[in-house]
């Protein structure tokens, strides 16, 4: 009977023995499994280049749209322990996240607990109109559309300059934007940028410049910005448009008479185009045009408030995107029978 007894004990001992050393397993194969879970890159891929947390959103919502998206095939419990372990749980924000190639779940757990939201960027070129802006601005990714359906004048009041025509008042810049950003937004801050730039740029201006407000520099600006894209040609050009001012001359640049045309250039500029009047036809009217037919860049700005000095009067491209410049009009007549006509002598 004792033997039994003594059998019976055993047995229960090396079960116990067998259950602990299967826990012990199991807690072990769990924690390495957990570990690989830490260390593991999401699946991330083009097709989930972000995930899109909405508010009130727990980290099981959260999950659950990881996995929809494939990106983790794991359960809400390392992720809890996770969340717990670096102390984040219950302070994760709402908003569009960023999923990038290598991106542990411990990147993202910090991020959505810093509210480090993805963010886009949308920039306004140097040179562009005020219609490709509004053109760029409607094709920009995950930017709302609150401006779509106004026209020009309504968008200036709904951005705070009411009565402002709108061409050239926009910073040509980089803005970055996030998810639920509008078109209004980026161009409020383009507004408020180029604006606030202008003023400076003004107060520093070349006292001898002829220009009597700080838009008659950006109109200017922006006839240099049109006529070149060389940095070293921009205070020359604008040294030309200056002493043809200070002469009462006709400024005579092209790119006034194309934006007066609008959609009716199509591409080339006739001789009958230029003898046609329209408020910004430069060959028929003295002065700066009405308003700038651009946006012109810190740059031409600059340009435009500190001309090269000089006695030059004339330019002519030559066709590779320099020009040629000259100080009386029979050598202008002979740059342009050499370089447009290809009649040198």
Same mark, same amino acid.
């Given at each position: 009977m004792n033997r039994m007894k003594m059998r019976g004990r055993a047995f229960w001992r090396v079960f116990a023995l067998l259950v602990l050393l299967a826990m012990a397993g199991a807690v072990a194969y769990g924690w390495i499994d957990y570990q690989r879970f830490v260390r593991s890159p999401l699946a991330v891929s083009a097709q989930t280049p972000s995930v899109d947390v909405g508010k009130g959103s727990n980290l099981r919502d959260v999950v659950g749209l990881l996995r929809g998206q494939h990106v983790t095939t794991t359960g809400p419990l390392y992720w809890r322990v996770l969340a717990e372990q670096l102390r984040v749980a219950g302070r994760l924000h709402a908003g569009e996240y960023a999923l990038t190639t290598g991106m542990t779940p411990r990147d993202l757990l910090l991020n959505? /607990?810093?509210? *480090?939201?993805?963010?886009?960027?949308?920039?306004?070129?140097?040179?562009?109109?005020?219609?490709?802006?509004?053109? /760029?601005?409607? *094709?920009?990714?995950?930017?709302?559309?609150?401006?779509a359906g106004l026209d020009d004048a309504q968008l200036m009041v709904k951005i705070g300059a009411p009565g402002e025509m709108p061409e050239g008042r926009f910073l040509p810049e980089t803005y970055a934007y996030v998810k639920g950003d509008t078109d209004l937004d980026i161009l409020r801050r383009a507004h408020a940028a180029m604006a606030k730039m202008l003023d400076t740029l003004w107060a520093q201006r070349d006292s001898q410049v002829p220009l009597a407000t700080p838009y008659d520099a950006l109109i200017l600006a922006s006839i240099v910005e049109k006529e070149t894209g060389r940095a070293d040609e921009r205070p020359r050009i604008a040294g030309v448009f200056v002493r043809r001012l200070q002469n009462h001359m006709l400024l005579q640049t092209d790119p006034t008479v194309i934006y007066g045309m609008g959609e009716s250039y199509a591409g080339n500029i006739h001789k009958s185009d230029l003898t046609t009047d329209t408020p910004y036809n430069t060959y028929t009217r003295q002065g700066l045009p009405p308003t700038p037919i651009a946006m012109p860049g810190k740059p031409a700005i600059e340009a435009a408030l500190h001309p090269a000095q000089g006695s030059e009067l004339y330019f002519v491209s030559r066709g590779d995107g320099s020009h040629v410049f000259s100080s009386s009009l029979d050598e202008h007549n002979r740059n342009v029978a050499c370089y447009q006509l290809k009649r040198c002598q």
């Open positions: 959505m /607990a810093a509210g *480090k939201v993805l963010q886009r960027n949308f920039t306004i070129v140097d040179g562009w109109t005020f219609r490709d802006l509004r053109q /760029a601005l409607a *094709k920009a990714d995950k930017l709302r559309q609150d401006g």
